[in-house]
């Protein structure tokens, strides 16, 4: 949630950079400033009348003291406290309102995020090893995990429909043995804190991270409790803290969590569909860091690196791209992209996308810290995968294919997987 200081301040620049995303957010700006003004006209008027009732009443006790009719003043006070009793219902309401209509406006970028409108028009940051020379016995991972028996998406869909995946024998141990390896590493290498939270979100904690109000159809919920099952382990693990005032000794915050993700993905009917490319259900393992306004930046490239380590570690050729302006996430600032290569589709797919959310979520779930001058700042916020299946799993087994079509595992997953090879 954008800082109503600012769009006060600088509304004309706010609408600027917030038209780079490629929308027009003026009219709801300007929504927002009217709201504003009215909101702290009533509250003007409400601080008015305080004081005059205030004045009003020492008079009261003053005429009473003398033995002289009050009755007068009396009458104006109760009118005084009629009209003070509307003011603050409607300061309410409006302040209800305003808040509302921030929900729905997005982050602004960074100055230094490249404007453009389409994905393809995101600059190339690093590539890294080379890309697998195309071979004949080359397959895609639908066609390797039948013939492996590694995961069954027929069963699958008689339980959930399509969109969900149903992994067996060696391919739910490589399923296991991934996610194991990717909490490790960040937990004992790069030194996140493990966190195992609850898979169902309250609606409060959606809105805190920003997938609710504007993302509610991509969203699971039951509706009875009001609880969204978790799209990214980013909303349970951000909202930890909400409502908190850390310590500044405290920060950065780092957690590492793995949760299964839940998205109907609405829209999407007919891309990236092949095989478990794009899912209704995924797991993933998320990275979340919580710092100083100081350290953001700084802690985004430290984010992205520990999720480029594990496709370094996995020996998978990839590439970090940074998103332009018109491409970016609703709540982001600053968002890379880490996109590793698919030999079987012939294409990049995104395991992770690490963002630096600045103080938008945290002034959404009210989350600050005490500075060294000993008053209250709203913290920013930074997440990322570290790294989704199952496109990782994609890659790995069709980069791994060999021609007597086993699979060759990397040697960091040798003692997770408990073998050098799926045959």
């Known amino acids: 949630m954008l800082d109503i200081r600012l769009i006060r301040e600088k509304s004309e620049e706010v609408k600027a950079r917030l038209a780079t995303r490629g929308g027009d957010f003026s009219a709801a700006i300007d929504e927002v400033l009217a709201c504003d003004i009215e909101r702290r006209q009533a509250e003007t008027r409400l601080q008015q009348l305080q004081s005059d009732r205030k004045r009003l009443s020492k008079d009261i006790g003053m005429l009473r003291a003398k033995g002289e009719d009050s009755a007068a003043v009396e009458a104006q006070v109760k009118a005084f406290a009629d009209e003070m009793d509307a003011l603050q219902q409607r300061a309410t309401k409006l302040d209800e309102e305003q808040r509302e209509k921030l929900l729905f406006i997005p982050n602004l970028p960074q100055a230094e995020v490249p404007i453009g409108k389409t994905p393809e028009e995101n600059p190339v940051i690093r590539v890294v090893f080379d890309k697998p020379a195309e071979r004949d016995f080359q397959e895609d991972h639908v066609v390797i995990a039948e013939r492996l028996r590694l995961f069954d998406l027929e069963r699958a869909a008689k339980i959930s429909g399509s969109g969900f995946v149903c992994y067996t024998g060696k391919g739910a141990k490589l399923e296991r043995a991934l996610i194991n390896f990717l909490l490790d590493l960040h937990t004992e290498q790069h030194g996140y804190e493990e966190i195992n939270p609850p898979f169902l979100i309250r609606r409060e904690a959606m809105v805190g991270t920003g997938q609710?109000?504007?993302?509610?159809?991509?969203?699971?919920?039951?509706?009875?409790?009001?609880?969204?099952?978790?799209?990214?382990?980013?909303?349970?693990?951000?909202?930890?803290?909400?409502?908190?005032?850390?310590?500044?000794?405290?920060?950065?915050?780092?957690?590492?969590?793995?949760?299964?993700?839940?998205?109907?993905?609405?829209?999407?009917?007919?891309?990236?569909?092949?095989?478990?490319?794009?899912?209704?259900?995924?797991?993933?393992?998320?990275?979340?860091?919580?710092c100083t306004p100081e350290d953001s930046r700084a802690e985004l490239e430290t984010l992205t690196k520990n999720a480029e380590e594990v496709l370094r570690l996995l020996g998978l050729h990839y590439r970090v791209i940074e998103l332009c302006t018109g491409d970016m996430g609703f709540g982001s600032a600053k968002t890379y992209d880490i996109e590793v290569w698919s030999p079987g589709q012939k294409a990049y797919l995104e395991v992770s996308s690490c963002s630096n959310y600045e103080d938008f979520q945290s002034r959404r779930m009210n989350l600050r810290f005490k500075g060294?001058?000993?008053?209250?700042?709203?913290?920013?916020?930074?997440?990322?995968?570290?790294?989704?299946?199952?496109?990782?799993?994609?890659?790995?087994?069709?980069?791994?294919?060999?021609?007597?079509?086993?699979?060759?595992?990397?040697?960091?997953?040798?003692?997770?997987?408990?073998?050098?090879?799926?045959?």
Do not use: W
Not at 380 to 398: D, F, K, M, Q
Not at 408 to 422: N, Q, R, T, V
């Open 212 to 290: 609710l109000p504007k993302f509610e159809e991509d969203m699971y919920a039951s509706p009875t409790d009001d609880l969204f099952l978790a799209p990214t382990a980013e909303v349970p693990v951000t909202n930890l803290l909400r409502e908190e005032i850390l310590p500044l000794d405290e920060l950065p915050k780092k957690f590492a969590a793995y949760t299964p993700c839940f998205r109907r993905e609405a829209g999407s009917t007919g891309r990236d569909n092949r095989g478990i490319i794009r899912m209704h259900q995924f797991d993933k393992v998320e990275l979340v860091k919580v």
């Open 372 to 423: 060294e001058d000993g008053k209250n700042r709203f913290c920013h916020t930074l997440n990322g995968s570290g790294t989704a299946l199952a496109r990782l799993y994609v890659a790995l087994i069709e980069t791994g294919l060999q021609k007597d079509g086993s699979v060759a595992l990397p040697e960091c997953l040798h003692s997770y997987f408990g073998a050098k090879s799926i045959e």
